[in-house]
C-alpha cells in the first residue's frame, strides 16, 4: 500500500531563517506530487505541484521554492522566511493529475515563524 | 476556472441529515467535483467525487444537478465524530484546480 510521509511535524523558526519540509512517497512510482498552504482557519492553497522529476509547477510566486530531486520525494524551501510563512503545509500525491483521481494527502507540518 | 463557493459554518445534531452546498457557477465541461474532510491538525480525507447526477458510497451521496452549476455534499444521520471541515474541489485537467473556503460543520449531542 501507498504511504506519504511529511517531516518535521512542527517547526518554529525565526524570521529570516532558511526553511527545508520533506515529503516522501511509499509504494508508488512517478507520483503528481503537491504542496499546499493552509494559514490558520483558513483554506488549502495549492503551492507548487510536479509530474515528475525536476519538473516543478508554480501556482503562486513567493518566497518558497520547491524541488524534486527523486522520483518520491518533494521539497519545499525557501531562503528568508517571513512571518506570513506561517502555516499548515500539506503534501498529497495522487498517481495521475486530473479532476477524476482524488488526492492522498500527508499529516503535515506546522511551520510557525516569529 | 470555476471559483468554489460554500457557508463558512453549519451546525446540526446527531443522528441528523446534513447537507452542504458548494456554487460552482463557471464549472468548465470537464470539470470534475471532489469532496474532502479535513480534522484539525490533519490533512484533508477524500470523501467522494462525481461529474454529474448522484454518487453515493458508504458515507455520504453527492447531487449534481444537471447544469452542474452547483453541487450538495449529503451526510446522513451525523455524529459527534463528523464535526470537522468540508472542501468542496472543482477541478479539470492539467492540475487545474479550486478548492472552496471550506464549512465547518458542527454536530451537537
Known amino acids: 500500500s501507498q504511504t506519504i510521509h511529511q517531516w518535521p511535524a512542527t517547526l518554529v523558526q525565526p524570521v529570516g531563517s532558511p526553511l527545508s519540509l520533506e515529503c516522501t512517497v511509499e509504494g508508488t512510482s512517478n507520483p503528481n506530487l503537491y504542496w499546499y498552504r493552509q494559514a490558520a482557519g483558513r483554506g488549502l492553497q495549492l503551492l507548487f505541484y510536479s509530474v515528475g522529476i525536476g519538473q516543478i509547477s508554480s501556482e503562486v510566486p513567493q518566497n518558497l521554492s520547491a524541488s524534486r530531486p527523486q522520483d518520491r520525494q518533494f521539497i519545499l524551501s525557501s531562503k528568508k522566511l517571513l512571518l506570513s510563512d506561517s502555516g499548515f503545509y500539506l503534501c498529497?500525491?495522487?498517481?495521475?493529475?486530473?479532476?477524476?483521481?482524488?488526492?492522498?494527502f500527508g499529516p503535515g507540518t506546522r511551520l510557525t515563524v516569529l | 476556472l470555476a471559483k468554489t463557493t460554500q457557508p463558512i459554518s453549519m451546525d446540526s445534531y446527531e443522528g441528523q441529515e446534513v447537507n452542504i452546498t458548494c456554487s460552482h457557477n463557471n464549472i468548465a465541461t470537464n470539470d470534475y467535483i471532489t469532496w474532502y474532510q479535513q480534522f484539525p491538525s490533519q490533512g484533508p480525507r477524500f470523501i467522494i467525487q462525481g461529474y454529474k447526477t448522484k454518487v453515493t458510497n458508504e458515507v455520504a451521496s453527492l447531487f449534481i444537478p444537471a447544469d452542474r452549476k452547483s453541487s450538495t455534499l449529503s451526510l446522513p444521520r451525523v455524529s459527534l465524530s463528523d464535526t470537522a471541515v468540508y472542501y468542496c474541489?472543482?477541478?479539470?485537467?492539467?492540475?487545474?484546480?479550486?478548492f472552496g473556503a471550506g464549512t465547518r460543520l458542527t454536530v451537537k449531542p
Open positions: 474541489l472543482v477541478e479539470g485537467s492539467n492540475n487545474d484546480m479550486r
Open positions: 498529497a500525491w495522487r498517481p495521475l493529475a486530473g479532476g477524476d483521481h482524488e488526492q492522498f
